[in-house]
């Protein structure tokens, strides 16, 4: 089967792909090399063991008037076939030492870049290299009504997200992986990585990608309702793109920097938490504020929405331990906080009529 | 279901010459026959293989093309944890404790297992936490949406339906415990005189490392999740970061116990194998001794590569390279039973009824997921692999087509024995051949899938996957429903048809085959005779 991508490789899409993805990085070859070796060897020994009971089935048969000889033990071919596979083993094991070695070898890196897995999406901040303090969240932008069948699927159906990894090519990528809620995995195939993220500690894996292009990849640790909606997407760049790229991220940082000083309207304030809304916690309290109990609470009427502001705000930030509710603190800025929590009072049938300023999150935040 | 219990034994009634006391509902709670319990067991597994069998084709039907077609998420990944843990401790588990009771005592000479009053209630512990298992589903937030290796912190987001898993598993671990301590005690103690432990049945042999392997694993498993519980309710920090915990710990505990679980499915189902290929190849068992060893070496290694489930969480170079060595390793008896297999055949004098067809199956089957496995040994490969629909299709290669395939060709095998008349043949053959057809078309295109990059867990998938996925919902269509055939074969021979000998396969040995069929009710009150010849095949 080894022989057989040859045949069938089309785009990196195709329906009918009986092989692992064509690889993008060295190491991702060697891996692509060792498993067709393997295959080469597990097919190997199924025809040769197999064409053995072929023989027994067509020739030592009852209807053709065999009859069965009487031997139960033959002490050298039992020493020959423990010796045999043991031999096959430890040639294997060579390559695939090394491909591990090479694998894990994270040391000495262009750049480091830290990922942190949320429920249902991943955060991505620039640590070091050119882009160190770009940081932002990367979230599936397949339409809802695509998912629904409402409306025809689009080419990169669930593995297209609003803002992929970008990367420059060549480029030794050292990946810090943490999470903020539950496991969640990193993975992009065609660079053979793979990696959990887990809450708590750090891990760490890397790639260099040979060629410019898009990767795409999903999480790949079950990591609650919607862990089959959050896919990994990576755009790897030429060097002035990504120069280029780094300067727009920059400029455009500064540009939303929002003035903490600024008095909110109300008016403004739920305009803006309706995006913030509608990108953080939707996926569970829906967007009509129902949500889908009993896991995930309504927030229109509830206790909470309609109850002291002090009291949600503290939820938004703190999270709820022991369920889905994240500790939102660490992902929203102050601004962010205040917009949703006044949207979510103001919206449905919570017609507060509250304003609620940065200013006032900032304060919550000390306690 | 206790009117069919009825009509299976309605034969055993007649033979039995001593009475026992209550009738009707009462009899099977209060019975201590080992070959009720055994029945009551092999009726109990079937009953979840179905439940555990519709939560698939629930799953295989959303998965029939992309797009969320009728479940929600949440409810998918529900289905699929439930799935995994009723077929795993519902329904395999219980088929081969079934066998073990009603086979063991008459393979050895015994007139019934050690401990009978046990035994009643290591069985009557299942349906409880059967119930707890199914009931969770209707309860508000319904079932454990954690996949069945309940990994923390998703773990600890679910609501009560998590509990009752939880409880569900502390129950099925005590069933489980009893049972194994019954069987090695049986073993161990009352087989007739002469049956020495090399000249026994290999299918006491494999339970008897099997019951080890459970008495050794169970409370490590009951302890992970005891600990889940007490993160969830008690404020402990086992699995916490945030408290000084590690969720990986927990992956650690459950793999310790979770590798073993493998080998406790797989090394009964070699058993029966063991006595079904040489029946119908007309030989003694080949490398009787090597196989022995290779079980005993099989089920210490077991414990000893946990970690090759955990590759990708980031344990050290150090230590995968050592559980890749150690997983290598397994190959290696594995390899020696499958060739003792294969020369057990070679220069026989074959036929092929449907124990020996099944048995073939399994080989076949079996062989093409111990061969997935060694590609999964390779941690640089595993990496590629893990999580995707490869390993899906490898661990269904092994349990599904090792496990289930070797049960039916026990079933067919000893039906005669149990029922006392012959099944129909004709019938038995439809359902191996689309068994084994279905079984292919439903999990052997999930290698490709799982090479191209698709997860599993996932309730819809991209575009590149849908045809694949649709030829495997097809295939698992025809597999589900191919396997109601059993019932009706089942109810045939219970009902009636030819009249079985006590040796209805000529090729057949051990102390079984040398008591009426249908057996007795009570058998070898007295230590039966010993043969070493005619001990096993």
């Keep these: ?367 | 279901m206790q009117a069919s219990q009825h009509a299976a034994h309605a034969g055993h009634h007649e033979d039995d010459s001593h009475g026992h006391g209550p009738t009707g509902l009462m009899r099977w709670i209060t019975t201590t026959n080992h070959k009720d319990i055994g029945s009551m067991y092999l009726w109990f597994s079937f009953a979840m293989f179905l439940v555990g069998g519709a939560m698939s084709l629930i799953i295989r039907t959303e998965l029939l093309s992309p797009g969320l077609q009728y479940l929600s998420p949440e409810f998918y990944n529900q289905m699929l944890t439930l799935h995994a843990l009723i077929m795993v401790f519902g329904a395999i588990m219980p088929a081969f404790v079934g066998f073990a009771n009603w086979m063991i005592p008459m393979m050895i000479g015994a007139p019934d297992m050690a401990f009978a009053r046990m035994n009643n209630w290591s069985f009557w512990l299942l349906p409880p936490a059967a119930i707890l298992l199914t009931a969770s589903l209707f309860v508000p937030g319904g079932a454990a949406g954690t996949g069945w290796t309940l990994y923390p912190p998703l773990s600890i987001q679910m609501g009560i339906g998590m509990d009752m898993a939880i409880f569900a598993v502390h129950i099925l671990g005590m069933s489980s415990i009893m049972g194994s301590i019954n069987i090695i005690t049986t073993i161990l103690n009352m087989r007739t005189p002469g049956m020495t432990l090399m000249k026994m049945p290999l299918f006491c042999w494999t339970w008897l490392v099997t019951a080890f392997l459970l008495i050794a694993s169970m409370p490590i498993l009951a302890g992970a999740v005891t600990m889940l519980l007490t993160d969830r309710h008690f404020g402990t920090s086992f699995f916490n970061a945030a408290g000084g915990g590690d969720p990986v710990l927990f992956q650690h505990i459950f793999w310790f116990f979770g590798h073993p679980e493998v080998y406790i499915i797989a090394l009964p189902a070699f058993g029966v194998v063991s006595h079904v290929i040489p029946a119908f190849s007309r030989k003694h068992l080949f490398g009787y001794t090597s196989m022995v060893y290779a079980i005993a070496a099989i089920g210490l290694i077991s414990f000893f590569v946990w970690a090759h489930h955990m590759y990708v969480t980031g344990i050290p170079l150090t230590g995968q390279l050592y559980f890749m060595y150690a997983t290598m390793l397994i190959a290696i008896p594995t390899g020696v039973k499958v060739f003792n297999w294969v020369t057990t055949m070679w220069r026989g004098s074959l036929t092929f009824e449907t124990p020996m067809l099944f048995a073939l199956g399994f080989l076949v089957l079996f062989t093409i997921g111990g061969l997935t496995g060694l590609v999964l040994a390779m941690t640089a490969v595993d990496i590629q692999l893990q999580d995707t629909y490869y390993v899906v299709a490898h661990f269904h290669y092994v349990m599904v087509a090792g496990a289930l395939f070797s049960a039916y060709a026990g079933l067919y095998y000893w039906l005669p024995k149990w029922t006392g008349h012959m099944y129909n043949e004709g019938l038995g053959k439809l359902h191996f051949w689309l068994s084994m057809i279905f079984f292919n078309i439903a999990f052997f295109p999930q290698h490709f899938l799982g090479l191209a990059g698709m997860p599993r867990r996932i309730p819809d998938y991209a575009q590149q996957f849908a045809d694949f996925n649709m030829i495997s919902s097809i295939g698992s269509f025809g597999f589900g429903f191919s396997q109601l055939l059993v019932l009706v074969v089942v109810f045939q021979a219970m009902k009636g048809g030819a009249k079985a000998e006590a040796r209805p396969w000529d090729g057949a040995r051990g102390l079984e085959w040398t008591v009426p069929s249908p057996a007795p009710h009570h058998t070898f009150e007295e230590p039966p005779p010993f043969d070493p010849a005619e001990a096993h095949g």
């Design chain 1, 1 to 367: 089967m080894a022989g057989l991508p040859g045949l069938f490789a089309g785009t990196a899409n195709a329906a009918w792909e009986l092989n692992l993805q064509a690889p993008a990085t060295d190491l991702a070859r060697r891996v692509y090399d060792l498993h067709s070796l393997l295959l080469w060897v597990i097919v190997v020994i199924f025809v040769g063991v197999f064409a053995v009971v072929a023989y027994s089935l067509v020739f030592h048969r009852k209807s053709k008037g065999h009859k069965a000889a009487d031997f139960h033990d033959n002490t050298t071919v039992e020493i020959a076939w423990t010796v045999i596979p043991t031999l096959i083993l430890i040639a294997i094991a060579f390559p695939a030492t090394s491909t591990l070695v090479q694998m894990r070898d994270t040391s000495q890196p262009d750049m480091t870049i830290k990922v942190t897995g949320y429920q249902w999406k991943w955060g991505y901040e620039y640590v070091t290299g050119d882009a160190a303090g770009v940081k932002y969240m990367s979230v599936l932008s397949t339409p809802r009504d695509q998912i629904e069948n409402k409306v025809p699927k689009g080419e990169h159906y669930l593995l297209e997200v609003d803002r992929p990894l970008v990367v420059p090519v060549g480029k030794k990528v050292r990946l810090l992986l943490t999470s903020s809620d539950v496991i969640h995995n990193w993975s992009v195939p065609a660079f053979a990585v793979k990696t959990d993220a887990v809450p708590g500690f750090l891990r760490d894996t890397w790639f260099r990608a040979e060629k410019e292009g898009t990767y795409r990849g999903q999480c790949s640790e079950l990591c609650g309702k919607d862990h089959g909606f959050m896919p990994v997407v990576v755009e790897v760049v030429s060097a002035e793109k990504y120069a280029a790229w780094t300067a727009d991220q920059k400029k455009a940082m500064a540009a939303v920097a929002d003035d903490p000083a600024k008095v909110w309207k109300l008016d403004e304030l739920v305009a803006r938490g309706e995006k913030v809304y509608t990108a953080n916690c939707a996926a569970c309290h829906q967007p009509n504020g129902q949500g889908l109990p009993p896991a995930f609470p309504a927030l229109d009427g509830s206790k909470i929405a309609k109850g002291p502001k002090a009291a949600h705000l503290d939820m938004v930030i703190k999270g709820k331990p022991g369920t889905a509710m994240a500790a939102f603190g660490a992902q929203l800025s102050d601004t962010d906080i205040a917009a949703v929590v006044a949207y979510e009072r103001n919206a449905w049938n919570n017609k507060l009529g509250e304003v609620i300023q940065p200013a006032e999150v900032k304060a919550l935040r000390g306690k």
